[in-house]
């Protein structure tokens, strides 16, 4: 069976795959939508924002499918950059770095990282939400994941996501957080 996941990020796609396969989500395979897919993230929730990509990928392709939309939120920020994680600014490392020149006045750098997935099917559409708790690190470190990866601390880890492996990633991230939620629906 095919699912068209609502992303262009080629990234979450194959970090898809590689939670779907630990998961034992076998018979599916992850799709990427139509080259260009853009679609407005209105929300005013991470849920929200998955269900309206859900949706419009549903309704480009007709297909089964299956959306995210993630972010990390910092507790001394007031939950920023959370809905607005990948705007925050222009590129993955200016990101990196507004997010620790905002939390330089702070002794608080406790974070996680949020993802909302949405299964949308025959029956409607199912929702799981997964976190990952951590720390926002004094500087980057690592050189595997993307986004944030490399300036999250995952608890208990005592290393950034970006210099886990992906295997290592792929069992406590929020997204693979957000799969098992849906394991169930998927592997049928």
Not at 11 to 35: M, N, R, S, T, Y
Not at 135 to 155: H, K, L, T
Request: charged fraction near 25%.
């Amino acid at each position: 069976m095919k699912i068209v996941f609502a992303t262009s990020n080629k990234h979450k796609l194959k970090e898809l795959q590689a939670i779907a396969a630990a998961q034992g989500i076998e018979d599916v395979e992850f799709i990427l939508p139509p080259e260009g897919f853009s679609v407005e993230e209105n929300g005013a929730t991470f849920e929200e924002n998955s269900l309206i990509k859900a949706k419009e990928v549903n309704r480009l392709t007709g297909m089964m499918s299956l959306a995210d939309d993630s972010g990390l939120c910092v507790n001394a920020l007031n939950g920023a950059p959370g809905l607005y994680s990948a705007r925050y600014a222009d590129t993955p490392q200016e990101r990196i770095d507004k997010l620790l020149k905002e939390l330089e006045p702070y002794t608080d750098r406790s974070a996680k990282f949020v993802c909302a997935m949405t299964l949308l099917d025959e029956n409607g559409a199912h929702t799981a939400v997964g976190e990952c708790h951590g720390q926002i690190a004094r500087e980057p470190s690592g050189i595997n994941g993307f986004g944030y990866d490399p300036v999250f601390i995952a608890d208990n880890t005592g290393i950034t996501m970006a210099q886990m492996s992906e295997e290592e990633k792929n069992k406590i991230s929020h997204r693979a957080n957000a799969v098992k939620g849906l394991a169930e629906m998927l592997k049928r």
